[in-house]
């Protein structure tokens, strides 16, 4: 005779969820959401100074909500007019392109460089090979304010000032990126693939560009992305170059409405180009967050 056994129910294999697990959950989600306000709440505010007047921003009482709502500081900000005066020279459109064309000629080349530069520290045998890494790593060891002042004069008599090259070429290639791009060879590139791909007869450069860059291409977009918003941040580096109004980016543009050349610091003025600002950074981080999240939970992973 035989027996017939009845299925188990799906909801049986579900874990119960205790009323430990569910108060640890919920205090989970409590810590999180309290920490996610606590990054927000400075884009909050610059978002809602930039919608206020001088008046209201120098008020004592906190206001979480312009009032009264004003578009003037966008205005001011685009037409350079403060007041009854034009007091900018720069239109902040061409601080824009200026900003851009700087981040995006010194982060693609700086990608290229520093990966090669990176799988022939990593792959390549050669004498002086770990000296020339030291000296890589020494100078990132470097306080940047000991070579402001060679630098200006080195690029004086390049006769780069006013030009983006000084701001392009010597971060072609910086030890951050070098040093970063070798560890992640290092950690994601067998070598017994390097001699496969040696067998199959293909070159050291076709190495690098057909196996070695698409294996590290969330690495790339980490280090694509801190260069980027710190090529679009420079202020002390593009202030010392720049001293043409033609050639100003967007951190010097909105220096100028805080006071130095200006009666009165336009801080909404300020905050409306912040937000302005902002946003190619976070269209840049939301095009390349697939790779940068793949990269930094890979890096977790090995480490």
Not at 154 to 175: D, E, H, K, Q
């Amino acid at each position: 005779m035989t027996t017939l056994s009845m299925p188990q129910s799906k909801a049986s294999n579900k874990p119960r969820l205790s009323l430990g697990n569910v108060s640890k959950r919920f205090l989970v989600y409590l810590f999180l959401g309290i920490l996610t306000l606590f990054f927000v709440f400075p884009f909050y505010a610059m978002l809602v100074a930039s919608f206020m007047e001088r008046n209201a921003l120098n008020s004592v009482t906190p206001h979480l909500w312009p009032d009264p709502f004003i578009t003037g500081n966008y205005v001011s900000l685009f037409t350079g007019i403060v007041g009854d005066d034009i007091q900018i020279k720069t239109p902040f459109i061409r601080a824009l392109f200026n900003s851009m064309a700087l981040a995006v000629g010194q982060t693609i080349p700086a990608l290229f460089f520093t990966s090669l530069v990176g799988f022939v520290f990593a792959k390549r045998r050669f004498p002086g090979r770990n000296a020339l890494f030291v000296g890589v790593l020494v100078t990132m060891m470097l306080p940047y304010q000991s070579t402001i002042v060679p630098f200006f004069l080195l690029m004086s008599r390049l006769g780069w000032i006013n030009t983006f090259w000084p701001l392009w070429i010597p971060w072609w290639a910086p030890a951050f990126g070098v040093f970063l791009m070798r560890q992640i060879i290092v950690a994601t590139v067998p070598d017994e693939l390097m001699d496969a791909a040696a067998i199959d007869g293909a070159s050291l450069f076709g190495t690098y560009w057909r196996i070695v860059l698409p294996l590290i291409t969330p690495a790339l977009a980490v280090f694509g992305i801190l260069n980027f918003m710190n090529a679009w941040n420079d202020y002390i580096y593009s202030n010392i170059i720049f001293n043409s109004a033609d050639m100003y980016t967007v951190p010097l543009v909105l220096s100028l409405f805080k006071g130095a050349t200006l009666s009165v610091p336009q801080y909404g003025v300020m905050a409306a180009g912040s937000v302005i600002a902002t946003i190619p950074l976070v269209i840049i981080f939301f095009i390349f967050q697939r790779w940068l999240v793949s990269g930094i939970m890979s890096g977790a992973l090995k480490a």
